[in-house]
């Protein structure tokens, strides 16, 4: 029932900036953790950012973090991941996803999310 759309990725240079929205139709985000996944060609998907919506929880991976940040706009029912110093490694098709969590907490584990976008390509060129 929850309907998830990415939007906002592209094409830039190293170095460069790039903010990813995730927004909600159908279901409100309230009540759901909000994750940030990557996939690149021949690689298996892998965890990003992570946030509870209700209680404003994050979590980052140690190859994002520091560089990356992710953050909730109650009213507009959408997240975003805002990223910085993008590096070529950071090539990817990016999802965002949406998990049941009732008690505010975090996962950064794939199978723990139910509902997923249709993803976002960023190219990151040298």
């Known amino acids: 029932q929850v309907q998830l759309v990415e939007s906002g990725g592209g094409l830039l240079q190293a170095g460069g900036s790039l903010r990813l929205s995730c927004a909600a139709s159908?279901?409100?985000?309230?009540?759901?953790?909000i994750g940030w996944f990557r996939q690149a060609p021949g690689k298996e998907r892998e965890f990003v950012a992570a946030?509870?919506?209700?209680?404003?929880?994050?979590s980052y991976s140690d190859t994002v973090k520091g560089r990356f940040t992710i953050s909730r706009d109650n009213a507009k029912n959408t997240v975003y991941l805002q990223m910085n110093s993008v590096k070529p490694e950071d090539t990817a098709v990016y999802y965002c996803?949406?998990?049941?969590?009732?008690?505010?907490?975090?996962?950064?584990?794939?199978?723990?999310?139910?509902?997923w976008g249709q993803g976002t390509q960023v190219t990151v060129s040298s």
């Open positions: 996803a949406a998990r049941a969590a009732p008690f505010g907490s975090v996962s950064v584990g794939e199978d723990e999310y139910g509902y």
């Open positions: 159908g279901h409100s985000f309230s009540s759901y953790g």
């Open positions: 946030i509870s919506w209700t209680r404003g929880i994050v």
